[in-house]
């Protein structure tokens, strides 16, 4: 009985958490994220490894609800940054990619907001 009980607790947990790391529209804090978001949740914020999607879309590291690690930012202009991120900024090194005049445009460096 022990351990049918536990086996029945073990798979509530698991049932919890996959649910909370399907979609959430709460967990990311990025006004111009909010809407879909598919991955790791951590006290009600996205936390991990992610996709958010609203008005821009991100994919990468997320802690505490921001981009905090290694990912991949698209606005909605077609700008794309590549690269790290700190607490929701860009920081660290990284690619932005940037279309002038008909033409992509990249630059790379480290970036510090």
């Known amino acids: ?17 996959l649910s909370a790391s399907s979609q959430d529209t709460t967990s990311v804090l990025d006004k111009d994220l909010k809407g879909e978001y598919t991955g790791n949740i951590r006290r009600g914020l996205a936390s991990g490894e992610g996709f958010a999607k609203g008005i821009d879309s991100y994919k990468g590291s997320f802690k505490k609800g921001l981009p905090h690690g290694v990912g991949k930012y698209v606005w909605s202009t077609g700008e794309i940054y590549i690269g790290e991120w700190y607490k929701g900024k860009m920081s660290g ?21």
């Open 1 to 17: 009985m022990n351990k049918i009980l536990k086996l029945l607790i073990f798979i509530g947990l698991l049932t919890t958490t």
């Open 93 to 113: 090194e990284g690619t932005y990619i940037l279309n002038i005049d008909g033409k992509d445009s990249s630059i790379m460096g480290i970036w510090k907001e």
